[in-house]
T-cell receptor
Framework: EAQVTQNPRYLITVTGKKLTVTCSQNMNHEYMSWYRQDPGLGLRQIYYSMNVEVTDKGDVPEGYKVSRKEKRNFPLILESPSPNQTSLYFC????????????FGPGTRLTVL | AQKVTQAQTEISVVEKEDVTLDCVYETRDTTYYLFWYKQPPSGELVFLIR??????QNEISGRYSWNFQKSTSSFNFTITASQVVDSAVYFC?????????FGPGTRLSVLP
């Protein structure tokens, strides 16, 4: 089944404790992206990647890191999480790097205490 | 800068009513794409439609229809004969390059 998977689905952590949210797609998509969803703000793009080893900042990259060492994986890293990073996070992928339809993972709900 | 506005924060209708969700966008690019996504209470994001800036034809898919008007920079979404299962948050989005901009979403509640 073609899908985007994220792990974990739920995470509660404390300020300053490094964490990684994994994202994987099995559709051989070139483009992958991370978003955060906050009430009243919709989805805001954190980082995106057009291919292996090619990443770029979205609208809200501060406090986040990403890497794209393999085509299928695009982990989101929070080196020192803070409470304002409490949010719902979505990973997405699309076949091409041009504005193509994005398919989303199930979401990761992160709470930073 | 690109921007998407969904002025309706929440809408409530009674089942079988028609409802239109508004989307207004801003971009300086001549080539761009517009999207609608649905987020039901279960939380996943479901793709509904993609439209490019050169195609102003309205589209109908079952009870769903979309009206794209470049003159007013709008891409409105109408649900005909709404059903309880249509209750969700609906997002309009814009892309003209490598990044995507989403609107804040409209929460639609369809009451039985």
């Amino acid at each position: 089944e073609a899908q985007v998977t994220q792990n974990p689905r739920y995470l509660i952590t404390v300020t300053g404790k490094k964490l990684t949210v994994t994202c994987s797609q099995n559709m051989n998509h070139e483009y992958m992206s991370w978003y955060r969803q906050d009430p009243g703000l919709g989805l805001r793009q954190i980082y995106y990647s057009m291919n292996v080893e090619v990443t770029d900042k979205g609208d809200v990259p501060e406090g986040y890191k990403v890497s794209r060492k393999e085509k299928r994986n695009f982990p989101l890293i929070l080196e020192s999480p803070s409470p304002n990073q409490t949010s719902l996070y979505f990973c997405a992928s699309s076949l091409w790097t041009s504005p193509d339809t994005q398919y989303f993972g199930p979401g990761t709900r992160l709470t930073v205490l | 800068a690109q921007k998407v506005t969904q002025a309706q924060t929440e809408i409530s209708v009674v089942e079988k009513e028609d409802v239109t969700l508004d989307c207004v966008y801003e971009t300086r690019d001549t080539t761009y794409y517009l999207f609608w996504y649905k987020q039901p209470p279960s939380g996943e994001l479901v793709f509904l439609i993609r439209r490019n800036s050169f195609d102003e034809q309205n589209e109908i898919s079952g009870r769903y229809s979309w009206n794209f008007q470049k003159s007013t920079s709008s891409f409105n979404f109408t649900i005909t004969a709404s059903q309880v299962v249509d209750s969700a948050v609906y997002f309009c989005a814009l892309s003209s390059g490598q990044n995507f901009v989403f609107g804040p979403g409209t929460r639609l509640s369809v009451l039985p």
